[in-house]
């Protein structure tokens, strides 16, 4: 075996780099792991569950995540830290929902004064392409997905950003004459936590270049909105189309994200996204961050006026220049082209008369610019390479020479979408359409660069509704991983309900509106075999919706079982956690009232079937938390009382 060694980037006790261990296999983390100065290497000690431990860069944060104007595409990025179970929670996740790869590169600047920014270098596979009817045909082809100017073909780094679109609509006047009205949506909030939210705005106004009466255009702004913990504001009223109006975000703990005005003029056709940087950051205590430069290239300087972070541009054929404080070097990006095939397939579930069908390869190979090398100051660097069908990574080596490498087919009529276009006669056509899409079937790792110890094998499933064949009812996947040193294994089934998505009056999804969240994850060994071995434990999960977790429950082999509960105020933050102990214990009491009235009535409950109140034992513990009021809400001065 090798022993390549990793030198730390920088010396400095501010940037020094750090390796930490991680477990790959079904999102456990039971240790001990050791630390891995050479970049991947087994675990000393490590449990079958387990398999296998990856060291990884720099310190992982809540999430780093691409950004486009897509509320529901946004809303389905891995969010580590909810209560969501993800494969591999290191520089590399896959999510066993819809098969889908996530590549996230921690970068942390020094600390701040109180306030500190994140940054980093991330991927996700699914946020390219999307299918997309176009002109008056009822074949539909795969388009690119519109990106605003920080990211390419699923690439991008994490800065704080909002997204959104604008589109122009057209009607006959009385006179017979053209009226225009131009609409925003899908506006997409990305801050420090690196979890995208929507923040349910838009407006719809008549177009300042055309002679619109304001009558014709129903203008229905809806500027401000708090969800999900979040506030988001704008001017309102406000008449300075068509520059939108400028964009203040604030979070729970009172820290304000300010968006400057953008001259963003709608179009006729497809909407068009935009989307804007943080100008200022500004905590509770008034210590700040400020952007100098463009969306394309600029730098983030501290209170004191220091520079944080920097970037050259994204996607340059000669490379990004990445500038971070404390580092002795530029991280340079390289870039190359690599072609995507189109082999998927659709079918006609539902129409007003006139069906469409996706055909297999409809669309022609395309070219896209994607992450090729990640170098950094010391020699060391990230390389990928990518599937040639799919032009998805089939393979991430890290410093120190270990690797991940991933096998991409078909997951067959997984998503839906629904699909519009124009008829000769003038009329309008639609129909819904289940189609196929691309997933991770086989995942190896080897931590030497020779050896692979660790193979998972994905089976994807989806159940659609019979009386509504665009909707599913029911994910599952099942993941069977295999230690290929000692020959044993275990086998992983999830299966997922869904949550819907809340967004704005004027958003619009090219993806349906269900998210997934998990309902059930059954652990299995191989003993006597895989498929039918013995069940270890089952975990069983409720949500408010994607973003927070009412109930978690696991169920031990033997049959007791032990659950949280969580209840939330307006702004999504705990305010009672309820700790249940096993039913050998005693009996569990009723559920406390605003459990029930959010599972009840939250957007996670559609098809759940809730916890298993016979494997769930006394109330142990209740923690009560108040919070400070920092979005206006009227939540008392902080209270902190626990009950044994």
Not at 214 to 226: K, L, V, W
Not at 555 to 566: H, K, P, S, V
Not at 590 to 617: H, M, R, V, W
């Amino acid at each position: 075996m090798s022993r390549a060694r990793l030198v730390p980037v920088s010396e400095s006790p501010v940037a020094t780099v750090k390796f930490y261990s991680q477990a790959l296999a079904g999102g456990e983390s039971e240790g001990p792991w050791t630390l891995c100065p050479g970049g991947l290497m087994p675990s000393k000690k490590f449990r079958v569950l387990a398999l296998l431990s990856l060291c990884m860069w720099l310190v992982l944060p809540g999430g780093v995540i691409a950004q486009i104007p897509d509320p529901v595409a946004a809303a389905q990025v891995p969010m580590p830290g909810v209560g969501h179970q993800y494969i591999g929670l290191g520089a590399e996740t896959v999510n066993p929902a819809d098969g889908s790869l996530s590549f996230d590169l921690p970068l942390q600047p020094p600390p701040g004064r109180q306030l500190s920014f994140p940054f980093g270098i991330h991927y996700n596979a699914s946020e390219r392409f999307t299918p997309t009817s176009s002109g008056a045909s009822p074949s539909i082809p795969w388009e690119l997905y519109p990106s605003p100017p920080f990211q390419i073909n699923g690439w991008s780094y994490q800065l704080p950003a909002y997204t959104a679109q604008i589109y122009q609509t057209t009607s006959i006047g009385q006179q017979q004459q053209t009226l225009y009205c131009d609409h925003t949506q899908n506006y997409v909030f990305r801050g420090f936590d690196g979890v995208q939210r929507s923040l349910a705005l838009g407006a719809t106004y008549p177009d300042p270049n055309n002679n619109a009466p304001p009558s014709n255009c129903n203008a229905t702004p809806n500027m401000g909105s708090t969800l999900h913990g979040y506030s988001a504001s704008t001017p309102n009223p406000y008449s300075g189309w068509p520059n939108q109006p400028p964009l203040t975000v604030a979070d729970a703990s009172g820290t304000t994200y300010q968006f400057p005005s953008a001259y963003e003029p709608a179009s006729s056709g497809t909407a068009s996204p935009w989307g804007m940087l943080a100008q200022t950051i500004t905590d509770r205590n008034g210590n700040q961050i400020t952007l100098s430069g463009t969306n394309l290239s600029g730098k983030y300087l501290d209170t004191l006026g220091r520079q944080v972070v920097s970037w050259s541009s994204i996607g340059s054929s000669s490379g990004d220049q990445l500038t971070i404080a404390g580092l002795g070097g530029n991280i340079v990006v390289k870039w190359a082209q690599v072609t995507e095939h189109f082999p998927e397939s659709g079918h006609d579930v539902a129409d007003n008369g006139h069906s469409c069908v996706m055909n297999p390869n409809i669309t022609s190979p395309q070219n896209i610019s994607a992450v090729s090398e990640i170098d950094f100051p010391n020699g060391q660097k990230y390389s990928f390479s990518y599937d040639p069908t799919y032009a998805r990574p089939s393979k991430i080596v890290f410093p120190g020479g270990g690797y991940i490498r991933y096998v991409w087919a078909l997951n067959s009529s997984s998503a839906s979408a629904y699909e519009q276009w124009t008829l000769s006669a003038g009329a309008t056509a639609s129909c819904y359409l289940v189609y196929d899409t691309a997933a991770i079937t086989d995942r190896y790792v080897s931590y030497d660069g020779s050896t692979e110890v660790l193979h998972q094998h994905f089976v994807y499933t989806t159940n659609w509704e019979a009386s509504t064949p665009y909707v599913w009812s029911t994910k599952t996947a099942t993941v069977t991983s295999a230690d290929m040193l000692t020959g044993q294994g275990t086998v992983t089934a999830y299966t997922y309900g869904s949550s819907l998505n809340v967004s704005g009056a004027n958003d619009s999804s090219l993806t349906g509106n269900q998210i997934p969240i998990e309902q059930q994850i059954v652990y299995q060994d191989c003993l006597p075999s895989c498929g039918s071995g013995h069940t270890l434990k089952t975990a069983h999960k409720t949500w408010l919706n994607s973003f927070a977790i009412l109930g978690d429950q696991t169920i031990l082999d033997n049959g007791q079982g032990t659950a949280t509960e969580n209840c939330y105020d307006g702004n999504e933050q705990v305010i009672n956690f309820y700790e249940y102990g096993f039913q050998g214990e005693g009996a569990k009491p009723a559920d406390p009232s605003c459990y029930t009235t959010a599972f009840q009535s939250g957007s996670g409950a559609y098809g759940d079937p809730g916890l298993t109140y016979s494997a769930i034992g006394p109330l142990k513990r209740q923690t009560t938390v108040a919070y400070h009021n920092f979005l206006g809400s009227s939540s008392p001065p902080p209270t902190y009382r626990e009950r044994a």
